[in-house]
Nanobody, 124 residues
């Protein structure tokens, strides 16, 4: 499945952004969808995921309570609503898709499809 991420930009601390990730195929409905991010000089890290069945959501501790992941099957799109942004949220954000079970959804190697990344910059 091909993924197209969008919605990044530059905001000040405390601001909000909504990232979108549009999929090209109906098989989107069957996949766990996730967001990862990579800050300069750091490894890619898990941000959030939403399961295909039931829509169970998962979050990294660093974003819990501030970010919300959701998916729209009709639009084949997954969203990441980011509120109360902090400078440490600055990174390139990537969406990913895969047949991933709950115990491994924080492992980027388990995802087979990736979007191109969208840059989020939060200034203090």
């Amino acid at each position: 499945v091909q993924l197209q991420a969008s919605g990044g930009g530059a905001v000040q601390t405390g601001g909000s952004l909504r990232l979108s990730c549009a999929a090209t195929t109906e098989s989107f409905r069957a996949y766990t969808m996730a967001w990862f991010r990579q800050a300069p000089g750091k490894e890619r890290e898990f941000v959030s995921a939403i399961r295909a069945s039931g829509g169970t959501t998962h979050y990294a501790d660093s974003v819990k309570g501030r970010f919300t992941i959701s998916r729209d099957g009709a639009k084949k799109t997954v969203y990441l609503q980011m509120n109360s942004l902090k400078p440490e949220d600055t990174a390139v954000y990537y969406c990913a898709a895969g047949n991933v079970i709950s115990s491994t959804l924080r492992d980027s190697s388990k995802y087979h499809s990736w979007g191109q990344g969208t840059l989020v910059t939060v200034s203090s």
